[in-house]
């Protein structure tokens, strides 16, 4: 145990947590360097073009430090993004230390802040890294007194590096060693295992990624789940390095996978904590706290034969994202379809796009909205997370939105562009610190409606993207929220309906009847697009009318009889309008929910 260290890297986006780990790897000879290549851990293609971590990843590497000790370090990546900061926190119970990386150009950043916090919760040894040290833009040494200033870590307890050129990586694998405790374990003949991840293979069932905290896994061992109390075989175990490496057993305080032929989601838990079959353990492990979706869409097959697949394809997607949540829903327009929640935009972006790539599936989402509290009148609380909920306006007592804490910082200059852009959000000010002579860190209240649509992309091309953001749940607020129905010739459309704030329900009903007058087909009669609220109209489209011409026929002639064809052409498209109804393409559809604004 004295010689094992668990760390995990942690920082801001593109601070160089991936290309840090590429270094370590080199450094330590775990992998061959004709087998070396950029963002080594990021296994998935979306990851590479990307150039983003959505997915934690172990490696265990063998390091002979300067006293002539041998030493295993076992690494987790993880991502950087606000929106997988889920996965942050469960790497980090994984771990007694952590990397706290921070650009020499940069400085310290929101996400730096925030998984900074998230470490000491956790009580891990921190050992900050400023890396990128040989950009020609780098401030190592105002970044030192940042760091001592905001986060009162001595500067002499900080590393600098270049992960790009190697530069001050035995430092770092020194420092690693001296600083990050061995495994912390309460003495016990128990076998306990925790299960951190987990993913799916077609041929081998579920994948376990474990870190055994008692007593050590064998090959052959009859195992428990102490959450089911199922038990299985372990038919393959070992470690990553990086790829998955067989071995007899893993040892007290290691990280590594196990295999034991389960087939189901159901049946291997992240968070759940693994045992011998025979002498179990009492007490389980502590797992995580469920993440709980901020934002929901619905998820629908463009061919709807594919309703099934679409369901194994998001079961095999939740092993290995635990964060995402899912329910059957129909809809008149779509068809069946899933109600998935998300932790955030980004998120819904990465798994549509895992379900088109991995799954061959075409789909489409709806428009992405929250999970708002509604108070009826006789005192029942309902979540409500789609807008086909919403109950008649009389029953109605209250509704509460969800309301996030918001840290941004960014250059003083930008201070009144970013108010500016969070009174339009509806957000509130809170307070703001100054973090050196040049930047602050403004804390707002914002609700969370507001922030999923498009408040990040406004906030980078405000700040010509100088501004970091960071945010996190922070309780409900009573709102004067609408539902606005989309009505296409008298007749409503459920995949179109929305909840809004009442000051803004007209003009986003404005946008969305215009595209859909651009979308649907002419008629041969005048097709209305109403935007309402309850029985109140309050906006407007109409499609035109196609005419055909009746009177090409007639050459010179009476003109009573051209007017008596017209008049016959009018009394026509009367009783069509009166029985003639709408058929909307599906590909209208599709092309509206695909709108990004």
Not at 326 to 351: D, K, N, P, V
């Amino acid at each position: 145990m004295s010689r094992i260290r668990n760390f995990c890297i942690i920082a801001h986006i593109d601070h160089g947590k991936s290309t840090l780990s590429d270094r370590l790897i080199q450094a330590t000879g775990t992998v061959a360097d004709r087998d070396m290549q950029a963002q080594l851990l990021d296994s998935m293609d979306i990851e590479r073009e990307r150039g983003i971590t959505i997915k934690m990843q172990a490696v265990r590497m063998e390091y002979k430090a300067k006293d002539g000790e041998s030493y295993i370090l076992n690494l987790i990546d993880t991502p950087g993004h606000v929106d997988f900061s889920y996965e942050v926190s469960r790497s980090l119970a994984a771990c007694e230390g952590a990397l706290l990386i921070i650009d020499a150009a940069q400085g310290i950043e929101a996400q730096t802040m925030a998984n900074y916090y998230l470490a000491l919760e956790h009580d891990l040894e921190i050992i900050p890294v400023v890396n990128k040290v040989d950009l020609p833009s780098a401030e190592p040494q105002r970044v030192l007194d940042e760091i001592n200033q905001v986060l009162g870590i001595p500067p002499e307890d900080c590393f600098l590096c270049s992960a790009k050129t190697g530069l001050g990586i035995p430092d770092v694998l020194e420092g690693i060693v001296q600083n990050v405790p061995e495994p912390r374990n309460e003495p016990s003949d128990e076998v306990r295992a925790l299960i951190y991840d987990a993913h799916y293979d077609d041929y081998r069932g579920v994948i376990s990624y474990v870190r055994v905290t008692n007593g050590a896994l064998k090959k052959g061992q009859k195992i428990k789940m102490m959450a089911t109390g199922l038990q299985f075989e372990i038919s393959e175990l070992g470690f990553f390095t990086p790829k998955m490496t067989p071995s007899d057993s893993i040892p007290e305080g290691s990280v590594g996978y196990v295999i034991s032929g389960i087939k189901t989601l159901e049946d291997s838990r992240v968070g759940d904590t693994i045992t011998d079959a025979k002498y179990s353990a009492k007490v389980p492990l502590e797992g995580y706290a469920e993440a709980k979706p901020m934002v929901f869409s619905g998820v629908y097959s463009v061919d709807t034969e594919l309703f099934k697949e679409l369901g194994d394809a998001l079961e095999k997607l939740k092993l290995n994202d635990a964060s995402l949540q899912f329910e059957t829903e129909s809809s008149q327009a779509l068809g069946f379809g899933y109600r998935c929640g998300f932790l955030g935009l980004l998120h819904m972006e990465i798994i549509e796009e895992r379900i088109q790539r991995e799954f061959g599936i075409d789909i489409v989402l709806t428009a992405p909205n929250v999970t708002y509290v509604l108070t009826k009148s006789n005192g029942e609380v309902i979540q409500l997370e789609n807008p086909n909920q919403f109950p008649d306006v009389t029953q109605i007592e209250k509704i509460e939105e969800p309301m996030m804490g918001v840290s941004i910082i960014a250059p003083s200059e930008y201070f009144g562009v970013i108010m500016e852009l969070i009174q339009e959000g509806r957000g509130m000010y809170q307070k703001a610190e100054m973090l050196d002579s040049n930047r602050q860190m403004l804390t707002f209240r914002l609700p969370l409606n507001e922030l999923i649509t498009g408040f990040f992309d406004r906030l980078k091309s405000r700040t010509r993207g100088y501004a970091s953001l960071d945010y996190w749940l922070d309780g409900y607020q009573e709102s004067k929220l609408v539902k606005v129905d989309l009505m296409i010739n008298g007749e409503g459309v459920d995949a179109l309906s929305f909840i809004s704030h009442k000051d803004k329900a007209e003009s986003m009903g404005r946008r969305f009847a215009l595209k859909l007058k651009e979308i649907i087909p002419q008629q041969m009669f005048e097709v209305p697009i109403q935007g309402m609220i309850g029985g109140k109209v309050i906006c407007r489209e109409t499609i035109r009318a196609l005419r055909k011409n009746v009177t090409a026929k007639c050459y010179g002639g009476d003109i009573s009889r051209k007017r008596k064809l017209l008049e016959k052409q009018k009394a026509g498209k009367k009783k069509m309008k009166q029985i003639g109804s709408v058929s909307v393409p599906k590909e209208a559809f599709l092309s509206i929910l695909k709108v990004d604004d």
